[in-house]
């Protein structure tokens, strides 16, 4: 257990659709970061949270959005779901202001079918 | 833009050193090294990570040539778990420069 929670493990969902995926850090991170890994494109960082604010962006689809809450939380919401959002989605977290390494959750495999 | 080059593959033998190389010829003063694994489809696991100086943990060893334009990650007894893909990193020190992941080198452990 990395300490980074992820929720569900596993989503099939219909294109068209909207679903959230949820992160819990590590207790005492206060950055989370979201990557997606799809077959053909490997780990893609997505977006950074710190502290419930927004501080990196990456190659993140406008019909993707995520947040951070006041617990440190995290959720990603993916809408207008297409085949080629099938992936894994992790979750990162990390003491930010430290040269130190992202722990990683064990991810959701999301399918779309 | 690609800041590391890495062999697509490589393997090892169990119980021997596993030596993988990674170029970083364009890596700035204030830029680390890191080295993370993914094993299947788990989450990368961070291995280690440096700025100049050569580095050891329970994991494995990194060592950074003088003019930082290369690294080594070496796992001095390797075993079958650590069959994985292994990506080499260089990340500025900074709260808001997020990990890059390239394609990495899928390390195989033969029996």
């Known amino acids: 257990d990395s300490g980074v929670t992820q929720t569900p493990k596993h989503l099939i969902t219909a294109t068209g659709q909207r679903v959230t995926l949820r992160c819990s850090p590590r207790s005492g991170d206060l950055s989370v970061y979201w990557y997606q890994q799809s077959l053909d494109q490997g780990l893609q960082f997505l977006i950074q949270y710190y502290n419930g604010e927004e501080r990196a962006k990456g190659n993140i689809l406008e019909r993707f959005s995520a947040q951070q809450f006041p617990d440190l939380h995290s959720e990603l919401n993916l809408s207008s779901l297409e085949l080629g959002d099938s992936a894994l989605y992790f979750c990162?977290?990390?003491?930010?202001?430290?040269?130190?390494?992202?722990?990683f959750g064990s991810g959701t495999r999301l399918t779309v079918v | 833009d690609a800041k590391t080059t890495q062999p697509p593959s490589m393997d090892c033998a169990e119980g021997r050193a596993a030596n993988l190389p990674c170029n970083h010829s364009t890596i700035s003063g204030n830029e680390y090294v890191y080295w993370y694994r993914q094993i299947h489809s788990q989450g990368p696991q961070y291995i280690i990570h440096?700025?100049?100086n050569n580095e050891t943990n329970e994991m494995a060893s990194l060592i950074i040539t003088e003019d930082r334009k290369s690294s080594t990650l070496i796992l001095p007894h390797a075993t079958l778990r650590d069959t994985a893909v292994y990506y080499c990193i260089v990340r500025a020190y900074s709260g808001n420069t997020p990990l890059v992941f390239g394609k990495g080198t899928r390390l195989s452990v033969i029996a």
């Open positions: 990162a977290s990390s003491v930010a202001g430290q040269a130190g390494g992202y722990t």
């Open positions: 440096g700025l100049k």
